[in-house]
């Protein structure tokens, strides 16, 4: 069970981005609205999230991945394309 001090006060008007599983996620629409960068930790495979930001939002995404290989790079790179 999460203390409640660490539990949000305001969650008003969330939307889900990503896929419905790991990977997506609830964000207030206000504070995506209001954003004006991304920096993603830990993309793995799955660009659902950051797509679906870009939808919304159209600017550049920083996208982080402590374990890229050159295999993974060809998987990613047909992912986004």
Do not use: A, Q, W
């Amino acid at each position: 069970m999460l203390p409640n001090e660490l539990k949000p006060k305001h969650c008003n008007n969330l939307v889900r981005l990503g896929k419905n599983n790991e990977g997506g996620y609830f964000v207030e629409k206000d504070s995506l609205l209001n954003s004006e960068s991304l920096i993603s930790f830990g993309i793995n495979l799955d660009l659902s999230f950051e797509k679906d930001f870009f939808k919304l939002k159209k600017f550049l995404i920083n996208c982080y991945e402590h374990t890229i290989k050159y295999s993974f790079l060809k998987k990613f790179s047909r992912n986004i394309f």
